[in-house]
């Protein structure tokens, strides 16, 4: 099957730092900051939106990879921003350049890989695992 996307799409998300997405509360740390697990989810989260109105219908990306630099805080209340930009199409394989910034800084940056996947038949196969 082809897909039509294009090296250069681009997707951005903001969100707003809360309790759940601290260091402290997500155990990645014990302060209260912007944890890491949460830079990384809406990283990959702004990367799959970037793509998943152009699929076909049953159609989604699964995270593979993910090579990131958390570089500053982000303290509680402060919104931060996430822009992704589809760097490379090689078949099913997607790559991502990421960055994130706070309010003052850029904080975070780094490559992100998806790959296109069937939604039904993966839930099947990952399903499978539990009937062996």
């Given at each position: 099957?082809?897909f039509?996307?294009?090296?250069?799409?681009t997707?951005?998300?903001?969100?707003?730092?809360?309790?759940?997405?601290?260091?402290?509360?997500?155990?990645?740390?014990v302060?209260?900051?912007?944890?890491?697990?949460?830079?990384?989810?809406?990283?990959?989260?702004?990367?799959?939106?970037c793509?998943?109105?152009?699929?076909?219908?049953?159609?989604?990306?699964?995270?593979?990879?993910?090579?990131?630099?958390?570089?500053?805080?982000?303290?509680?209340?402060?919104?931060?921003?996430?822009?992704?930009i589809l760097t490379?199409?090689d078949?099913?394989?997607?790559?991502?350049?990421?960055?994130?910034?706070?309010?003052?800084?850029?904080?975070?940056?780094?490559?992100?890989?998806r790959?296109?996947?069937n939604?039904?038949?993966?839930m099947?196969k990952?399903?499978?695992?539990k009937?062996?």
């Amino acid at each position: 099957m082809e897909f039509n996307l294009k090296e250069g799409m681009t997707s951005a998300k903001e969100m707003k730092v809360t309790e759940n997405d601290l260091a402290s509360k997500m155990g990645s740390g014990v302060l209260d900051v912007f944890a890491t697990p949460a830079m990384i989810a809406l990283m990959e989260e702004t990367s799959r939106s970037c793509v998943d109105l152009h699929l076909p219908c049953g159609y989604t990306t699964v995270g593979i990879e993910l090579n990131v630099k958390h570089l500053k805080s982000t303290p509680i209340g402060m919104k931060v921003r996430c822009e992704a930009i589809l760097t490379k199409v090689d078949n099913k394989e997607l790559t991502f350049k990421v960055e994130v910034w706070d309010e003052k800084d850029k904080v975070g940056e780094g490559k992100h890989s998806r790959y296109i996947v069937n939604s039904d038949r993966f839930m099947e196969k990952t399903n499978n695992k539990k009937n062996l």
